[in-house]
């Protein structure tokens, strides 16, 4: 069984519609991070999460991370082609980093 | 300025044939971690170092090793390579505090023919 759950495992939209991408767990977790990887590179941090209900604003993406510090979620209003990426969470288990399975977004103009 | 540097961005190798993967890092940062990427998937963790201490994930085949020579340096050697290892190689460093964030290179691009 996989540490992170992540959906949907892809996700393809038109230009200006709005979306939620999630990453689930059984597990409490101190702190959570979301990443964003374009074709040939490495992932790129966006936000990390780490009070229980928190959310975090980062221009269009909103970032949750639940009450009980085992989920969060990435709302994006508005997706743009330049949102087209690998989404990945994340957390320190164990002491070392550990990923979700990632969402592959597509965003077509 | 990049802070965590792979080289080669591209590397095709023979079946079989031993390769070597570097990566290099300013941020003077404890954890050094080598994952494996296959298309469309998520980084899969091969083995990490804090400090000098090694990590190998159960599941690292033995044809991988590691190599941290000082802070800054982290090789990745792969010494029989199969068809099933091409894939890209990332290399990603953090200070060592929970929840800090993870700086990584741009990846080795490994095709093995």
């Known amino acids: 069984t996989q540490l992170l759950e992540q959906s949907p495992q892809f996700l393809s939209i038109q230009e200006g519609e709005n979306l939620t991408v999630y990453c689930n767990s059984s597990s409490v977790f101190s702190s959570l991070q979301w990443y964003r990887q374009e074709p040939g590179e490495g992932p790129v941090l966006l936000v990390t999460v780490v009070t229980g209900g928190e959310v975090k604003k980062l221009k269009r993406l909103t970032f949750q991370f639940g009450d009980a510090r085992k989920d969060s979620s990435l709302h994006i209003t508005a997706a743009q082609p330049g949102d087209t990426g690998l989404y990945l969470c994340?957390?320190?288990?164990?002491?070392?980093?550990?990923f979700g399975a990632g969402t592959i977004l597509r965003v077509k103009s | 300025d990049a802070m965590v540097i792979q080289n080669p961005r591209y590397q095709v190798t023979q079946f079989g044939k031993p390769v070597t993967l570097s990566c290099s890092q300013t941020l003077n940062h404890n954890v050094m971690y080598w994952y494996q990427q296959k298309s469309s998937q998520a980084p899969k963790l091969l083995f990490h170092?804090?400090?000098?201490?090694?990590?190998n994930e159960a599941d690292t085949p033995d044809n991988f090793q590691s190599r941290r020579p000082n802070t800054s340096f982290c090789f990745l050697d792969i010494r029989s390579p199969g068809l099933g290892d091409t894939a890209m190689y990332l290399c990603?460093?953090?200070?060592?505090?929970?929840?800090?964030?993870?700086?990584f290179g741009q990846g080795t691009r490994l095709t093995v023919v």
């Open positions: 170092y804090y400090d000098k201490d090694f990590n």
């Open positions: 994340a957390v320190e288990y164990g002491n070392k980093l550990v």
């Open positions: 990603a460093t953090v200070r060592g505090i929970m929840g800090t964030e993870a700086f």
